[in-house]
């Protein structure tokens, strides 16, 4: 069992931190910065999790569900992220081609009851479609890293898979919201700028 006792070690005061195997590496690292993004991704999560007012009861214990499992997901895969592959301990649990298959049974679901769209989509609408914009946009973020990061060292090529499928998932989680709340989507309009404007 992890037991944290002291949140400040002083060890990374110099601009380098410990891997999950002890070793030490620079924060700007590819490897940081891909695992650093996952974090921030799980923390925007948090914040859809606690916005789902908006949505029946029956539909916001579904979408609680599987962000809550998600959040789970990306624990465990930002502790393969800093963990070099060499270092791997036994029983390490491991992303892998059935948490895939999972992510995209819940992207089926969800189009399942979505008309096609014809037009881009902008965030808005509501407070929670906002949100999963901004996990789509950070979990793109997070997998351009990724991408650097496999050109640098070894990694479970499953990660790479699993995050542009998520991002995917959270697409259709903002346009899924939108319709079980009743409300519209917000729609591009390319005329509309700022040129448009009477000021």
């Avoid at 963990?83 to 892998?96: A, D, F, G, H, Q």
């Avoid at 881009?120 to 914009?133: A, D, E, I, K, Q």
């Avoid at 996990?135 to 640098?152: G, H």
Wanted: charged share 25%.
């Amino acid at each position: 069992m992890m037991r944290i006792t002291k949140v400040y070690t002083r060890t990374g005061d110099k601009g380098t931190t410990a891997l999950a195997d002890g070793s030490r590496t620079s924060k700007d690292s590819s490897r940081l910065e891909s695992y650093g993004t996952i974090d921030e991704l799980n923390s925007i999560i948090g914040i859809c999790r606690q916005n789902l007012n908006e949505i029946s009861e029956e539909k916001k214990l579904l979408i609680d569900k599987w962000l809550f499992a998600i959040q789970n997901d990306l624990f465990n895969l930002g502790s393969d992220l800093a963990t070099p592959i060499s270092s791997r301990w036994k029983n390490m649990i491991l992303i892998n081609e059935n948490d895939i298959i999972q992510l995209e049974k819940i992207i089926d679901y969800c189009q399942s009851t979505l008309e096609p769209l014809k037009d881009f989509v902008l965030p808005g609408g509501t407070l929670l479609n906002s949100y999963l914009h901004l996990s789509r946009t950070v979990c793109r973020r997070a997998e351009r890293l990724i991408v650097s990061l496999t050109k640098e060292e070894e990694i479970n090529k499953s990660i790479l898979i699993y995050v542009n499928r998520l991002s995917d998932l959270f697409f259709v989680l903002s346009r899924w919201v939108q319709q079980v709340s009743n409300k519209p989507e917000v729609i591009w309009n390319k005329s509309m700028g700022v040129r448009s404007l009477e000021i």
